[in-house]
């Protein structure tokens, strides 16, 4: 039962990319199948949800600055893109769920920018979800959350993009995950000794290009790279199907002095599945963080701009912020994760 006078939260948290990145995008897992392996860290996506009695509708991104407001509707039209995920949700809850529209405050914030290559719209979805599912204790587990998450953005809202973020951001923790045909997915969370973890979270330095980019533009020329046969892009995301592989068993048994060899591998692999996915900026940093000593490195998510990753052997991640200072690059200090979506109720 709804309560008037709660607030319902939730958080989800933002993923790094280890490798495998593409291989969840349609339509290459539907006919290889995909594998990526990613780990979720201290940044997060966040929704509450305060119910209203007089059926208003307000949607409210306070980390974007954009307020809407809706008379009572059971469906807020979707043609407008400002705060469409926030829409799309909303509609697919009333729609599964309720059968009627409902008054309430959306509250979303996002701890990064977005198109930033951490999974940000995906995450911010499978928070929103989260804050419904904790508001109407919908009997729903991590794969159906994620699933709905992904129906919502990929399906209903016609976005671009891949599978991973959604379970990602609900499963939370250090995770290889296959892509198989007819949208199966299976979660293998991965059962790594912490000091393990804490010695990649040493070596391996987060950094923000300064930059965002529109990944639904590098996306579409990937899918359409699969589905024309191109053989240079097919060539290129088989390969790194199998970084995630290698990755996965450095990890498990500690041999984290081959991670920036297989970042490295992957890298020149995925450059090639499509344009824009690098640029000049992009590989200045590249190469100005090989010459400080990183052994390897990647851009987060679908490229272009955002996050990157490299790994720095001994003490070398201090030469490395060094070296980059100068091309803009931040570096983001971070924790990994192994909680997924969290939600609660408190008092207003």
């Known amino acids: 039962m709804i309560e008037y006078n709660k607030i319902y939260r939730s958080r989800a948290p933002l993923r790094i990319g280890l490798a495998g990145g593409g291989t969840d995008v349609s339509p290459f ?9 990613n780990a979720t860290i201290s940044a997060f996506a966040n929704a509450s949800i305060i119910p209203r009695e007089d059926g208003k509708i307000i949607l409210n991104a306070v980390d974007r600055n954009e307020r809407l407001e809706f008379d009572p509707t059971s ?3 979707t043609s407008d893109p400002t705060l469409i995920l926030q829409k799309g949700v909303y509609n697919r809850i009333i729609k599964d769920y309720i059968g009627k529209g409902m008054g309430l405050e959306l509250t979303t914030s996002i701890d990064v920018s977005a198109g930033s290559g951490l999974g940000t719209s995906s995450t911010l979805v499978v928070a929103i979800l989260g804050a419904f599912v904790e508001m109407l204790n919908l009997p729903l587990g991590e794969y159906d959350i994620a699933r709905l998450a992904y ?10 993009g891949g599978k991973q973020d959604q379970y990602a951001a609900t499963f939370g923790g250090v995770n290889f995950m296959e892509f198989l045909q007819d949208d199966n997915v299976i979660v293998n969370p991965l059962r790594i000794k912490d000091e393990i973890l804490q010695e ?8 923000y290009t300064q930059t965002t980019r529109e990944s639904a533009k590098i996306i579409e020329q990937q899918k359409e790279n699969i589905k024309n046969k191109d053989q240079s892009a097919l060539d290129a995301t088989l390969a790194l199907k199998k ?16 991670i920036g060899k297989i970042l490295d591998n992957g890298w020149q692999f995925k450059k090639k599945m499509a344009k824009g996915i ?3 900026l992009i590989d200045k940093i590249y190469s100005s963080a090989l010459k400080a000593g990183a052994s390897g490195g990647k851009i987060s998510g679908a490229g272009g701009g955002g996050f990157m990753l490299f790994y720095c052997p001994g003490n070398t991640r201090y030469e490395l912020e060094k070296a980059l200072k100068p091309l803009g690059a931040q570096i983001v200090r971070y924790n990994f994760l192994q909680k997924g979506l969290t939600t609660w109720t408190s008092a207003q």
């Open 200 to 207: 990649l979270e040493y070596h391996l330095v987060l950094l």
């Open 151 to 160: 129906d919502i953005e990929r399906v209903d809202l016609g976005m671009a």
């Open 243 to 258: 970084q995630a592989f290698m990755m996965k068993e450095a990890l498990l048994k500690g041999e984290l002095h081959k």
């Open 29 to 37: 897992p539907d006919l290889y199948g995909g594998a990526i392996l």
């Open 75 to 77: 469906h807020i039209d």
């Open 278 to 280: 690098t640029n000049d």
